[in-house]
């Protein structure tokens, strides 16, 4: 019964490892996106001026 508490709490490190591994390339993909500056509105404007 000692084993299956091991188990489990094996498990559960491993899974929320997992969930931080997972948040942390969410937020280092975000951060490197490549975001518009100003909503966009440049390449709305952009073919107006050409």
């Given amino acids: ?6 188990s489990t ?3 559960t490190l ?3 490892l997992g ?3 997972a948040f942390g ?3 280092a993909s975000y951060a490197t996106a490549e ?3 100003d909503g966009g ?3 709305i404007s952009s073919p107006a001026t050409n």
């Fill in 14 to 16: 491993l899974t929320l």
């Fill in 1 to 6: 019964m000692n084993t299956t508490g091991r």
């Fill in 41 to 43: 509105s440049t390449e």
């Fill in 9 to 11: 709490m094996r498990r």
């Fill in 35 to 37: 975001l518009p500056t």
């Fill in 25 to 27: 390339v969410l937020t």
């Fill in 19 to 21: 969930a931080v591994a």
